[in-house]
């Protein structure tokens, strides 16, 4: 197809950038319908051979008019941010500029421009929070570019820490996967986080976090993207370091010489020394999908933590692909059998004997609440009290006493009801276990996290097999009710 007059003319009355050309007298020749819809014109009569300081768009032209005039001289002008007064109103743009050539002179120039005065009118909520990342430092990366067009700050980057949220980072790597874009990839884990939060308030927990991620971002600026993956877990998307002795540099660095991980942060009296446990792995080399790379370094940090916190590993396949993860926790399973048991017998009912059991069982597995579903075939949730779902088809997916993996998957494919519940609940990765004697089922335990590829643990799974035995043994009537 060849760019005729008419095609040329319904490329550019279609586009919703507003679009204009100029003479080398910075005198309009011709604008498209999203321009003249911006500025309220039937047509382009009104404006065809005045500059915009006869138009009157600037309450300050001269900006703009030297902009333009080093584009005559052959520069080019990419994403500007500036000001236009619009009916009365002054609004915010940014504008792309460049020169107009004819038989190899500069004959005039052509530029565009968007509408972003709500996205800055919505960045500015964020007044008052850590705000890491500006819209030009994000802009390098090609994947935000165009976002930050239509979407502000505060939707983008994380409220608390100020670093960008977890879904868009995790978009932004799915983005360098589909573009094969080598990048290594990073979870960090704070260690003994909860132990600040309960020590010493929730406050100083927040301030830890944006402590350390201030430092990341630091660290990190110019080739890598700090994100929060929820909670004390950060991600880190490194474009720089892809080769192994590079990646070893860098977290050498990161954890000795940089003052990021291994350092202290003073909180009221107190000099916390905070440290961190990371896993990573990079895109393509160790992976080449997400699904993969993802699991790669949960794996990665969960074999950190075994090997006691406070390091990192760099996976190689030829080292990690085999190796099995173990229990990563410091005391055993007898005392967590003990504790449970011991809080299980204070409640009169099962809600009350679950509900003394979840705070010290949620330490064990890191969950939040925990679900039971009775033989009525009715999933709720020990604190949520609002959570009540019918689910029918929970029986099909337990062919033994247990069933966990680190996806959905299979639930999908065999329990549609129960997978679109989980759904609901923004649960990704769950562990089932069976209520009853070698005969009779009285229900279900379900416990769950809103976290893809979390990898269940032996020790994890015995201590939910165990509390399903409590809970076995404590039913008068063999019949599994949460009152």
């Known amino acids: ?174 983005d360098l996967i589909a573009s094969d874009i080598p990048f290594s990839f990073t979870i960090l884990d704070l260690d003994n986080f909860k132990f600040i939060n309960d020590t010493y308030g929730h406050s100083a927990g927040d301030f830890v976090l944006q402590e350390v991620t201030k430092s990341l971002v630091n660290y990190t600026r110019g080739y890598g993207l700090i994100g929060r993956f929820g909670g004390d877990e950060l991600l880190i998307i490194n474009l720089r370091d892809i080769k192994y002795t590079d990646k070893q540099k860098f977290f050498t660095e990161m954890y000795n010489d940089r003052n990021v991980m291994r350092r202290n942060i003073k909180i009221e009296d107190s000099n916390l020394f905070v440290t961190g446990t990371a896993g990573c792995a990079s895109f393509p080399e160790d992976a080449d999908n997400y699904n993969d790379l993802f699991t790669i370094i949960d794996k990665s940090l969960y074999l950190g933590k075994n090997k006691g916190r406070n390091c990192y590993i760099i996976y190689m396949k030829d080292k990690y692909e085999n190796v099995e993860i173990k229990d990563i926790r410091t005391h055993n399973i007898f005392t967590d059998m003990f504790n449970l048991r011991h809080l299980f017998g204070k409640g009169a009912t099962l809600r009350e004997r679950l509900s003394y059991v979840l705070p010290y069982f949620s330490e064990v597995i890191q969950i939040s609440d925990l679900y039971v579903i009775d033989l009525d075939s009715r999933l709720k949730a020990v604190l949520d009290g609002s959570v009540d779902y019918e689910v029918e088809d929970v029986s099909d997916i337990l062919i033994d006493d247990m069933f966990r993996e680190s996806s959905l998957d299979k639930i999908s494919e065999g329990c549609p009801s129960l997978f679109k519940i989980l759904s609901e609940l923004e649960i990704e990765s769950c562990l089932i276990v069976r209520v009853g004697n070698e005969i009779i089922t009285s229900g279900y335990l379900l416990c769950g996290v809103n976290r893809k590829h979390r990898i269940w643990q032996d020790n994890e799974c015995a201590i939910f097999y165990y509390l399903s035995s409590l809970v076995s043994t404590s039913l008068k009537n063999s019949l599994l009710q949460l009152v």
């Not at 990342?133 to 090609?142: K, P, W």
């Open 1 to 174: 197809m060849k760019l005729s007059p008419d095609l040329y003319e319904s490329i550019i009355n279609t586009a919703q950038d507003c679009v204009f050309w100029k003479d080398k007298d910075r005198r309009f020749v011709g604008v498209n319908r999203a321009f003249l819809d911006f500025y309220g014109f039937k047509d382009d009569s009104v404006l065809i051979g005045k500059n915009d300081e006869e138009m009157g768009w600037h309450s300050d032209p001269e900006p703009y008019k030297q902009d333009e005039l080093r584009v005559l001289q052959g520069e080019s002008t990419y994403k500007v941010l500036g000001k236009c007064v619009v009916r009365g109103e002054e609004r915010d743009i940014i504008a792309s500029k460049r020169p107009l050539y004819e038989n190899g002179e500069i004959v005039g120039l052509v530029g565009s421009f968007v509408d972003i005065t709500d996205v800055l009118s919505r960045q500015s909520r964020m007044d008052g929070h850590q705000v890491l990342y500006s819209i030009d430092s994000l802009r390098q990366f090609r994947f935000f570019d165009k976002i930050l067009d239509e979407k502000g700050l505060d939707e983008i980057l994380d409220s608390l820490t100020g670093v960008v949220s977890r879904a868009y980072a995790l978009n932004f790597v799915n």
